[in-house]
């Protein structure tokens, strides 16, 4: 059911560079080549707009050893977002942040890793699939996350965005059924998102039980470097989950430090203890 | 069954298997709501087709909700105006609104499911209200979400609410309406999806809630039609109106009339006409039409009624809409004022806020001539007033 509204590609689940005909994208060869030196993969999440100071914050989190960036494109109503990062995203709104001048401006980040994109549907749709993918794509940024596109209605944005080489990471859920998550698996690009835990993003005390198992099962489905995000909040909640998984986004711990005001050097430095956590382990 | 349901329906029937009304619709959620959606839409449908479901649903409506509504020929007013007006009395149901034709379905549909837990956005009240009584009834725990503005203006409702056992959470982000408390329901619903239903409110959300809760609702336009052709000799009424924040009552009230020759028309609040002012977007899980910015950002919907404070619609008016099978039209907070004191001069029915501007619609297209004399009009009343007249004697000084 769920199936039928993707196409259904002719390799299964693994390996999907030859399963759509193309070249890894740069994101993902960035990661699995990060991955096959044998280093955990370490993704900050920066809300875009937040403060004069965000594209410093970008360049101090790609210093301190980030191997991508996630750039959040503000959105007026982000409901897969908790409490601090729909504080940061208002705060962004409030002070004049759209999502065309951030992307705009990542264009001077002047940063050595890839740079992707969270933001919601709606955000892609008013500008149109094919104008924001291109202009993506000329603003240097290589990958889109959209947590309410999911994969039966990703079809038209992810084909875009395929044509204009921007790859669209999916995101798998603790609830996603087997069947689906092949699916999901097969037409992610970059690196399949592992949403930890049923809930919104936010620091948690303890990594989620359920964080270990749909990484688990995301590193069964599919060869993508699998990074789980979603109640990751520390180094040394990062250090368990790669134990199993290829890596990790973090959000909401960041973006916290960044409202309380901790700037581009404690944005930085929580990265680097993110980077020795992971490292350690 | 009647004899109507013969006749094949193209219009408001069930959606593709995608839940798509034309290019509206669609189920636009965070991954770990979708398999909850498709497990609803699974369970939806077998309940729809079980004769013992059906049956325990339509028990409930007659002898607790109080069903059939009766339809009121409105003489005084008629006369006033020119046109002929049949109000279909959704204020005369137990809690006062359409709103809990609605919820007995989804709260039996929770228990079959095996789900004792519901979450429920509200805006002026009446579906938290319905939402808690249903949880009462059925003995199923509830938590409804409000923004801080409709916990102000609408304080009594949060206290029946409580009254009625449910925990009411007010919602301090965005706008602090409406659109803020569906926000708050859905990210309750990502963490809490294994053991909880979200019960929502209007014909609005991912698929299946727009075409489910219309089926819920249906039962508003199938009663009417059939009593106006007793009032009208046989008759359907030329026009039918209803108000629309989501749209569940003139989505209901529709579905009865859609095959005949009525004219269907949907009146929105002038501060939210997401059909008046929006545009397509994606927002709330459904592809719609919202007001919204020319980046995508959510505008905030002004109205002094809190059940019309939103600023999308439902994807099925917006199908409706595109292919001119209903028409919508807007009018602002005084008109609405205005037609919320005739009505109860006239009638002595005092409305709520949301249908008082389906009242203000009537008065104006009957004023200028748009509606010809003798023209029949079904107005499907909603909701009663008691909520709003606090509101309303500080707004009338």
Known sequence: MSASATPPLDQPGRGHPEASGTVPGRLEAHLRSRRAAGRKLVVPYVTGGLGED?????????????????????????????PTIQEASQRALEAGATPQGIVAALRSADVDVPIAVMTYYNIVARAGHRRMASELAR????????????????????????EAGIETVMLAAPTTPDDRLEVICRRSRGFVYAVGMLGVTGERRELAASAVAIAARCKRATDLPVLVGVGVSNAEQAREICAVADGVVVGSALVRRLLEGAGPEGAGELVAALRAGVDEG | MSVHDEVPATLMGRPGGDGRFGEYGGRFVPESLVPACMELADAFE?????????????????????RPTPVTECLRLSERLGVRVLLKREDLTHTGSHKINNVLGQALLAERMGKRR?????????????????????????????????????????????LLGAEVRTVLSGSRTLKDAVNEALRDWVASVETTHYCLGSVMGPHPYPYMVRQFQRVV?????????????????????????????????????VDTRAELVGVEAAGGAALGNGLPGVVHGMRSQFLQDEAGQILEAHSISAGLDYP?????????AAIGRARYHAVGDAEVLDAFRLLAETEGIIPALEPAHAVAWLVRAAGSGELTPGTTVLLTMSGRGDKDVQQVKEMLG
């Open chain 2, 118 to 162: 519901l979450v429920a956005e509200t805006g002026a009240g009446q579906h938290g209200v319905a939402s808690a009584t249903a949880a009462a009834l059925l003995g199923l725990e509830c938590v409804v979400y409000m923004g801080a503005v409709d916990v102000e203006r609408q304080s009594l409702n949060v206290f029946r609410m409580e």
């Open chain 2, 46 to 66: 077998s309940a729809w087709s079980d004769p013992a479901f059906r049956a325990r649903l339509d028990g409930l409506l007659g002898s607790y909700a109080g």
């Open chain 1, 54 to 82: 965000w594209l410093d914050v970008v360049r101090a989190v790609a210093a301190a050893g980030a191997d991508a960036i996630e750039i959040g494109l503000p959105f007026s109503d982000p409901v897969m977002d908790g």
């Open chain 1, 139 to 162: 603003c240097g940024v290589v990958a889109a996350i959209l947590p309410d596109l999911p994969v039966d209605e990703a079809g038209p944005w992810a084909e875009a965005a395929d």
């Open chain 2, 312 to 320: 999308g619609i439902g994807p099925e008016h917006a199908h409706l």
């Open chain 2, 221 to 257: 336009g199938e009663e009417a039609r059939e009593q106006c052709r007793v009032l009208l000799g046989g008759d359907d009424p030329d026009v039918v109106v209803a108000c629309i924040g989501g749209g569940s009552n003139a989505a209901g009230t529709f579905a009865g009339f």
